[in-house]
């Protein structure tokens, strides 16, 4: 079975602070893909990033980077420099290489930036 | 690119009347489509998975007959609540992949059902 999770329910901060969002993850496939997801108040969610498990090396795009560590099954997200504009509810997600599409999805860490 | 929209964005309805959702994948075909409930607060879960030109697959509890899924074209999905009670009441997102060997889904923006 495949489970994510978000141990982070909510999480408040001041603007200009960096903040991480941790998820981790639990499946028995060999090979998988991760994701982020953005969700502003508006209700759509927006794709950050995939990450294949056979790719470990960090990314960074702006003021946001992802820490892929397979060792302990966690794919956590930073947000540097946090913006009043960054205040959403972001998901982690997972999904198998083979066969069905299926995203599996952490319950979410809700993000407020305040000003 | 890979733009995905829902219609309605909100519907208010009556308790026992159907209501139909579109998902449209705009600048891309869409071999596979997506539908998910979301309830205030909570994550994403997954009702079934639509492929066009057969029938959809449901996830486990999800009642065939109450949420019928058809996917008649490449850019097309659609989701109708049939008989519709309160407990219907949620957010529906559907999502589409680019193509069957590409594995991002894009959303669309959701469409808030109300059912009085």
């Known amino acids: 079975a495949q489970k994510v999770t978000q141990a982070q329910t909510e999480i408040s901060v001041v603007e200009k602070e960096d903040v991480t969002l941790d998820c981790v993850y639990e499946?028995?496939?060999?090979?998988?893909?991760l994701f982020w997801y953005k969700q502003p108040p508006s209700g759509e969610l927006v794709f950050l990033i995939r990450?294949?498990?056979?790719?470990?090396q960090n990314e960074i795009s702006g003021r946001y980077s992802w820490n892929f560590q397979k060792s302990t099954s966690s794919f956590n997200f930073t947000i540097t420099a946090s913006q009043v504009v960054d205040s959403a509810v972001y998901f982690c997600?997972?999904?198998?290489?083979?066969?069905?599409?299926?995203?599996?999805f952490g319950q979410g860490t809700r993000l407020t930036i305040n000003p | 690119g890979a733009v995905v929209s829902q219609h309605p964005s909100r519907v208010i309805c009556k308790s026992g009347t159907s209501v139909k959702i579109e998902c449209r994948s705009l600048?891309?075909?869409?071999?596979?489509m997506f539908w998910y409930r979301q309830f205030p607060k909570q994550s994403l879960m997954l009702m079934a998975t639509s492929n066009e030109g057969s029938k959809a697959t449901y996830e486990q509890g999800v009642e065939k007959d109450k949420f019928l899924i058809n996917h008649a074209s490449l850019t097309l999905s659609t989701l109708t609540v049939t008989s519709a009670h309160p407990e219907d009441s949620s957010f529906y997102i559907c999502?589409?992949?680019?193509?069957?060997?590409?594995?991002?889904?894009?959303f669309g923006p959701g469409t808030r059902l109300t059912v009085l």
């Open positions: 990450r294949n498990s056979f790719d470990e």
């Open positions: 997600a997972l999904r198998r290489t083979q066969g069905a599409q299926k995203l599996v």
């Open positions: 999502s589409a992949s680019v193509g069957p060997s590409t594995d991002t889904q894009y």
């Open positions: 600048d891309f075909q869409a071999t596979t």
């Open positions: 499946t028995r496939d060999t090979t998988y893909y």
